[in-house]
């Protein structure tokens, strides 16, 4: 059995990647990486956003199976429990607080860090005022008025409400040198080109002249989230450049990562790297990403090295294809329970049966082809042609009823996927810590 590292970035949209066609220099050692391992240009995510997209990521089941994504079901295996199961050491380090053991993420990995311990003082300060007040009293809600507005009008910075790529890598690098026995799984998750996006000044510098203060990134932040309709051009060009700096930092510390395990533990270590889903830059009149089915937030980068050489593919894959895939090559067996398929028969002879990819949110759901996209929401259905129509401004669901029925059809698929393994599966009541950094992230208004 073979050692896997597989690393995750939260927010990383694929159109801002070098290898997939980005004008600016974000990603040299992915680049790099690209050249020897298997790249997907046509890879999405199976949900919209963090909480939507990982239970696929690490169970291959669609997002509304087994009674949701909010918990996760004991009765979906993650990644980590089956290599667990066969053997393996098994590490996770992320600080999202939406894949804390809270939400069933902590499942199978012996070690697992989430970063509770490392909240920013701030952060501590603000849960001590909701800990002390009544939140229907004057004072808690003076002293929120005073957050809010301090964050609004002066930038009043609340602290980076995730750990930094560079100490996350020293994290599990540290894990990494005492796992001694193989085989080893390690899952790093990072969140640096998630907003509030403020790279250190050396990565700015690579893509504009004048740097962003933390305070300014933490204005910008706050009106792009409440007033996108009044940024400005220079502001989205502000935020562009701050997003694709965060892209190059994230770059230097998983190619860090990537070479020091490599070191550690062979060549013949399985590298699998992707995102959770992308951000909308006014793309369609919103910043951030939202149960919406843009491309900008479906469609990620998605490598796997698997030290033979590799290829681009332009296969319509999705991450449902992930697990099963590196559960193939590292030789252990894969339960009937993962819906997806090893993208061996790609790498291997070019053949692929996949026609089209389901995406699903609390409100609905999507299903797109190379061609075509039909979206299908508690408030809205839209069609778009892809192939005259890439940007997806033009609903044309009207003059295609033919086509809107057949997806129709393939949409019940997913439907009867979430009906047969329905289940009561109790709500995460969000509070403390947990709270604090989600509202930090924008996730929680």
């Known amino acids: 059995m073979n050692d896997i590292l597989l690393i995750t970035v939260d927010s990383l949209r694929a159109d801002h990647i070098g290898y997939h066609g980005y004008d600016r220099d974000t990603t040299p050692n992915l680049d790099s990486l690209a050249e020897s391992s298997h790249s997907m240009s046509n890879a999405?995510?199976?949900?919209?956003?963090?909480?939507?997209?990982f239970p696929s990521i690490m169970s291959s089941a669609y997002p509304r199976m087994y009674g949701g994504f909010e918990p996760l079901?004991?009765?979906?295996?993650?990644?980590?429990?089956?290599?667990?199961?066969?053997?393996?050491?098994?590490?996770?380090?992320?600080?999202?607080?939406?894949?804390?053991e809270q939400f069933g993420y902590g499942r199978g990995f012996e070690t697992f860090f989430t970063s509770e311990s490392e909240s920013s003082t701030l952060g501590e300060m603000r849960q001590w005022v909701k800990d002390t007040f009544d939140e229907s009293g004057l004072i808690f809600k003076?002293?929120?008025?005073?957050?809010?507005?301090?964050?609004?009008?002066?930038?009043?910075?609340?602290?980076?409400?995730?750990?930094?790529?560079?100490?996350?890598?020293?994290?599990?690098?540290?894990?990494?040198?005492?796992?001694?026995?193989a085989p080893r799984f390690l899952w790093v998750h990072y969140m640096d080109v998630h907003h509030p996006y403020a790279p250190p000044e050396s990565y700015q510098r690579m893509f504009r002249d004048k740097v962003v203060s933390d305070r300014r990134a933490v204005q910008l932040r706050r009106k792009m989230l409440e007033e996108p309709e009044d940024i400005t051009d220079e502001?989205?060009?502000?935020?562009?450049?701050?997003?694709?700096?965060?892209?190059?930092?994230?770059?230097?510390?998983?190619?860090?990562?990537?070479q020091e395990i490599r070191d550690l533990w062979g060549e013949e270590t399985i590298v699998g790297f992707t995102s959770d889903h992308g951000d909308e830059f006014l793309d369609h009149g919103m910043f951030s990403h939202y149960d919406r089915f843009y491309d900008e937030l479906i469609n990620v980068p998605l490598l796997i090295d698997v030290n033979d050489g590799g290829?681009?593919?332009?296969?319509?894959?999705?991450?449902?294809?992930?697990?099963?895939?590196?559960?193939?090559?590292?030789?252990?067996?894969?339960?009937?329970?993962?819906?997806?398929?090893?993208?061996?028969?790609?790498?291997?002879?070019?053949?692929?049966?996949?026609?089209?990819?389901?995406?699903?949110?609390a409100s609905g759901r999507a299903y797109r082809t190379k061609e075509w996209k039909y979206i299908n929401t508690d408030t809205e259905t839209k069609l778009f042609n892809l192939v005259e129509d890439p940007e997806e401004q033009t609903d044309v669901s009207e003059q295609h009823p033919e086509i809107v029925e057949q997806f129709e059809a393939k949409l019940e698929r997913y439907e009867q996927y979430e009906q047969e393994t329905d289940q009561d599966v109790a709500a995460?009541?969000?509070?403390?810590e947990t709270e604090s950094r989600l509202e930090d992230l924008g996730y929680l208004q």
């Open 44 to 53: 999405f995510a199976n949900g919209c956003g963090t909480s939507r997209s």
């Open 73 to 100: 079901s004991d009765d979906r295996p993650l990644l980590a429990e089956i290599t667990r199961e066969e053997g393996y050491r098994t590490a996770g380090f992320h600080s999202n607080p939406y894949l804390n």
């Open 142 to 181: 003076s002293l929120k008025l005073i957050y809010d507005l301090s964050e609004r009008t002066v930038g009043f910075n609340p602290g980076t409400p995730f750990v930094r790529a560079e100490n996350l890598t020293d994290h599990a690098l540290e894990w990494a040198r005492s796992a001694a026995s």
């Open 235 to 258: 502001e989205l060009a502000t935020l562009r450049d701050l997003y694709d700096g965060e892209i190059r930092y994230f770059d230097h510390h998983a190619s860090r990562l990537i």
């Open 311 to 361: 290829d681009e593919h332009d296969e319509l894959v999705e991450l449902l294809d992930l697990a099963p895939t590196l559960l193939d090559y590292a030789n252990v067996p894969c339960p009937d329970s993962l819906l997806g398929s090893s993208l061996r028969a790609v790498f291997e002879s070019g053949t692929w049966e996949k026609e089209g990819i389901c995406v699903e949110a």
């Open 428 to 432: 995460v009541e969000i509070e403390g």
